[in-house]
């Protein structure tokens, strides 16, 4: 076993939101280890252009190698996938960079009444990378967008009243939801932080619909990709896996989504980069 393997792999979003995927990285891949950043000093990503997602996204990719020696990258959040994946590629070839992207394509698969939701938020709904996804699916359903400004900021305050207000609003906004002719089945969760918000949707959705993440696919290729190249954590080295957390904004925010969302007591330190 090479000692690259037993390297950590690092996964980054704007806030707490990647915190779904990494508890979908960490039930595929148990015995690797993790480093995860909030970059929540300098959130929201989803009212960010591009120029600046891409400049965050170099920063943090470069003090994931140069601090960490990272073997992959996980980039956890819709919107920095979008807009800076493709340049982060060419900046690292020689690194393994899995992005994640709105389960549109899952989403019209299990669909019956081809009518499918999409919440997301601004900046990811209007990326090419998106159009492009969207335009190739266009003859197989109906989709009905959503961009949700006020609810990522909300789950990361933890407040639970515009949590429920929001996502009320916005299922309000997006038209009728049920199994019958006409009537959204499926919805797509298109930022990393809905999942969080599940409860408060169904109040809006009902039991029936289905909710589509990106989480899962993200763990499967990411595990495809360092199986393929021998790149595995040692399983014998299992119970050492660790997870170490950052945050640019409030390290105790974070800390505690982690309690919360992933049942697990880890401390969180300041970055600044």
């Known amino acids: 076993?090479?000692?690259?393997?037993?390297?950590?792999?690092?996964?980054?979003?704007?806030?707490?939101?990647?915190?779904?995927?990494?508890?979908?990285?960490?039930?595929?891949?148990?015995?690797?280890?993790?480093?995860?950043?909030?970059?929540?000093?300098?959130?929201?990503?989803?009212?960010?252009?591009?120029?600046?997602?891409?400049?965050?996204?170099?920063r943090i990719a470069r003090w994931f190698k140069e601090r960490h020696q990272i073997k992959a990258l996980v980039v956890a959040c819709n919107t920095a996938t979008a807009a800076a994946i493709h340049v982060l590629r060419e900046a690292h070839p020689n690194l393994f960079i899995i992005g994640i992207e709105p389960a549109l394509k899952p989403?019209?698969?299990?669909?019956?009444?081809?009518?499918?939701?999409?919440?997301?938020?601004?900046?990811?709904?209007?990326?090419?990378?998106?159009?492009?996804?969207?335009?190739?699916?266009?003859?197989?359903?109906?989709?009905?967008?959503q961009p949700c400004s006020d609810l990522v900021p909300a789950i990361e305050a933890f407040d639970a009243i515009k949590i429920d207000a929001a996502c009320i609003e916005y299922t309000r906004a997006m038209g009728t939801f049920g199994l019958q002719h006409g009537e959204m089945d499926t919805l797509v969760l298109g930022c990393t932080h809905y999942p969080f918000a599940e409860h408060s949707l169904?109040?809006?959705?009902?039991?029936?619909?289905?909710?589509?993440?990106?989480?899962?696919?993200?763990?499967?290729?990411?595990?495809?990709?360092?199986?393929?190249?021998?790149?595995?954590?040692?399983?014998?080295?299992?119970?050492?896996?660790?997870?170490?957390?950052?945050?640019?904004?409030?390290?105790?925010?974070?800390a505690a989504a982690a309690h919360r969302w992933l049942g697990i007591n880890v401390s969180s330190r300041v970055l600044t980069v």
């Open 1 to 58: 076993m090479s000692k690259i393997s037993n390297s950590p792999i690092g996964v980054f979003d704007s806030g707490v939101g990647g915190l779904s995927v990494l508890r979908a990285l960490r039930t595929e891949l148990p015995q690797e280890r993790f480093v995860y950043v909030a970059d929540s000093g300098h959130a929201p990503y989803g009212e960010r252009d591009d120029d600046y997602l891409i400049e965050r996204s170099h």
């Open 107 to 145: 989403a019209v698969a299990h669909s019956k009444t081809k009518v499918v939701g999409v919440m997301a938020t601004r900046s990811t709904l209007s990326s090419e990378k998106f159009k492009r996804l969207l335009t190739s699916l266009q003859d197989q359903a109906n989709f009905v967008l």
């Open 202 to 254: 169904r109040l809006g959705t009902g039991n029936a619909v289905t909710f589509m993440e990106g989480g899962a696919p993200v763990a499967r290729q990411t595990r495809r990709l360092l199986e393929a190249a021998n790149k595995l954590g040692n399983k014998q080295l299992a119970e050492q896996a660790s997870l170490d957390l950052f945050s640019t904004g409030d390290p105790a925010a974070l």
